[in-house]
């Protein structure tokens, strides 16, 4: 995590082709066979409270965030005559080794307990002060997936134990 002007721009640029790239790379492999199949089907994206919501010093994780419901808006146009639906599941802090990871990270950058960063930097804008739990994600991929109608296209869903509310 480093502020966008001392961010290596190598590091921009594989950030963006981890969440963009293989986004799209997947998206143009799987389409022509939902057209084809004539049933359609669902993509269902992978963001973050960080599609919608900015924090300091994650510039290239937000943009690719971001661009990820731009993307689904896209393909939920140019899915639709065919019954193609986009949509993006935008989960708060799920604690994966990633966020293990960060934990200690952040402890020690801001001199602070483990414990805090967890209750007063992760969770603090949580309703309950939970994780957001991988069912609690796998749970909205099926509702997702089981709508099975356009009325349910080009969307995006915060599941973040309302960090973020719209």
């Known amino acids: 995590m480093h502020p966008i ?4 721009f190598a590091d921009w ?25 004539g049933k359609g089907g669902s993509i269902i994206y992978m963001g973050s409270v960080h599609s919608k919501e900015a924090s300091m010093l994650k510039a290239p994780y937000v943009t690719a965030k971001h661009g990820l419901i731009g993307l689904a808006k896209v393909i939920a146009k140019e899915g639709a005559a065919h019954g193609v639906r986009a949509n993006v599941i935008c989960p708060g802090f799920v604690r994966t080794p990633l966020v293990d990871k960060q934990i200690p990270e952040q402890a020690k950058k801001l001199g602070i307990s483990e414990a805090d960063v967890i209750k007063n ?10 994780f957001t739990t991988v069912a609690d994600v796998a749970e909205t991929a099926v509702f997702f997936a089981g709508f099975e109608s356009n009325a349910l296209t080009g969307q995006s869903l915060v599941v973040s134990h309302g960090w973020f509310m719209q």
């Open 5 to 8: 002007e001392e961010f290596p």
């Open 13 to 37: 640029k594989k950030m963006l082709a981890i969440h963009l790239d293989g986004a799209f790379l997947t998206t143009k492999a799987c389409l022509p066979h939902m057209q084809a199949s």
């Open 121 to 130: 930097v992760m969770l603090k804008d949580t309703v309950d002060g939970e």
